[in-house]
């Protein structure tokens, strides 16, 4: 539980660490004045019953230890409320810029349509289920595990044989929640793996569009229906095992808290306790057993988001592209650009030693399929070897002409393109695909025979 909390502070920056210390202090502090609200009823209910004063005070005086105990926790509350959702954009702007940082490196080869599925579910969903646990899960953990502790201490200065039987009520919780968290751990082990399938189908059905539409199969896809019915099996057999396990947790709470009314009533039929006191203790108890039963319920949130976690991980630990040496030889205009990321490992240039001499420059290009309707105007960029350059444009600007230029599909009417420093007009048909491929729009690639 804590190994999980400890790895979600890893991505926050120095603010947002400092703010999570605030959080993890103002939740111990809401923990302590909630526990002292709960048990400050007993003798509250006391004096107001009997008209004497309880423990040393009246009740006008306990009314206002109420008051100032509200007041308290209105202003604690609102600061944690206030903190937590820093905390959690700090958490979500900083996982985000990560992982578009970690997209950036990554070969061409990483986005299939398995891996296009899992980042999709991680930028969108998953990764706010994560940022929820900051604004909505944390500090209501932390406070109740201090106001259960606080109302134990309080509840066992009352009565001891009462504190005593909160004790052992403490395990017969935590069992009730760890049979609940096995089976939810279970449920979503069955129901992940279709689930990773079902969007990596519902990808590859809307990448591959055109070919499906070209035969005529665009209406159906066997793979995706397929998909969508082993998730709904395997969804089903997973929310059984998943309420039966809240099932168990619920059972041992009504255990606990039948219980804590047989232990009060037979405290009260032995004098040790007035029937008021009997009455309010009742009430406390019941309020000590809810607050465990939420410490479970926040203990199996916390561990259903643990796969996340670990998704976000493998994205972020996944091999980037190579930062490969200049050529000697190389076009200098090549060397000017910087690589995109420092993160990448020199020596694996030795590797695949064609990718070296691969660098890209355009210098002054200009192009027009008509005389009339020029397209490119005086480009000039150039794509160092082992990084990633994107054009971004409107329809029609000139983005895949580029590509055909690149791949000397037209020769250019005015500038220069080299790959490798060296000019593409005068070089030959076959060695002007070797160092460097295009993949233009539209082509698509399939891993079948074609009979099947």
């Not at 909505?136 to 134990?152: E, G, K, N, R, W």
């Not at 039966?244 to 405290?267: D, F, P, R, T, W």
Request: one cysteine or more; hydrophobic letters at 45%; charged letters at 15%.
């Amino acid at each position: 539980m804590f190994e999980l909390i400890s790895r979600l502070r890893e991505p926050l920056s120095a603010a947002g660490r400092t703010n999570f210390r605030q959080v993890t202090a103002l939740s111990c502090i809401v923990g302590v004045v909630r526990g002292l609200s709960l048990i400050a009823f007993i003798p509250a209910a006391i004096a107001l019953t009997s008209g004497r004063p309880a423990w040393g005070m009246n009740l006008t005086a306990w009314l206002i230890v109420l008051a100032l105990c509200a007041l308290a926790s209105f202003i604690t509350e609102y600061l944690l409320a206030m903190r937590s959702y820093m905390v959690s954009f700090d958490f979500l702007s900083n996982m985000h810029r990560a992982i578009g940082d970690k997209v950036a490196s990554l070969p061409l080869g990483s986005f299939r349509a398995d891996t296009a599925g899992k980042m999709s579910r991680l930028v969108s969903r998953e990764l706010m289920l994560l940022g929820e646990m900051f604004a909505h899960m944390y500090s209501p953990f932390i406070a109740a595990i201090v106001t259960s502790l606080t109302m134990l201490v309080g509840i066992t200065v009352f009565s001891p044989a009462l504190g005593l039987v909160c004790v052992l009520a403490i395990p017969v919780i935590a069992g009730g929640v760890w049979v609940a968290r096995v089976c939810l751990n279970s449920g979503s082990a069955l129901k992940e793996p279709p689930a990773q399938e079902l969007s990596h189908r519902i990808v590859e059905y809307a990448t591959k569009q055109g070919a499906l539409r070209a035969c005529g199969r665009s209406g159906s896809y066997d793979p995706l229906e397929r998909a969508e019915d082993t998730y709904g099996k395997a969804a089903r057999r997973s929310l059984i095992r998943e309420t039966i396990g809240q099932v168990v947790n619920g059972m041992a709470a009504q255990v606990v808290v039948v219980s804590l009314i047989i232990a009060i009533g037979l405290l009260a039929v032995g004098g040790s306790v007035s029937p008021v006191e009997a009455i309010v203790s009742i009430g406390l108890l019941l309020r000590f057993t809810q607050i465990l039963v939420d410490i479970g319920t926040l203990a199996s949130a916390f561990e259903t988001r643990r796969p996340v976690l670990d998704l976000s991980h493998e994205v972020l630990s996944a091999p980037e592209l190579p930062i490969l040496p200049a050529s000697p030889d190389q076009d200098p205009a090549c060397c000017d650009q910087d690589p995109v990321s420092s993160n990448h490992d020199p020596s694996s240039s030795d590797q695949n030693p064609a990718l070296s001499d691969s660098c890209v420059a355009l210098t002054d290009v200009s192009f027009a399929y008509e005389a009339d309707h020029p397209v490119l105007r005086g480009v000039s960029f150039q794509v160092a070897p082992g990084t990633m350059t994107a054009i971004v444009g409107p329809s029609g600007c000139g983005k895949t002409t580029i590509a055909r230029l690149v791949a000397r599909f037209y020769d250019v009417d005015a500038g220069s393109v080299s790959v490798g420093g060296t000019r593409r007009t005068p070089m030959g048909h076959r060695p002007a695909h070797g160092p460097a491929i295009a993949s233009l729009p539209g082509c698509i690639s399939f891993r079948r025979h074609t009979r099947s």
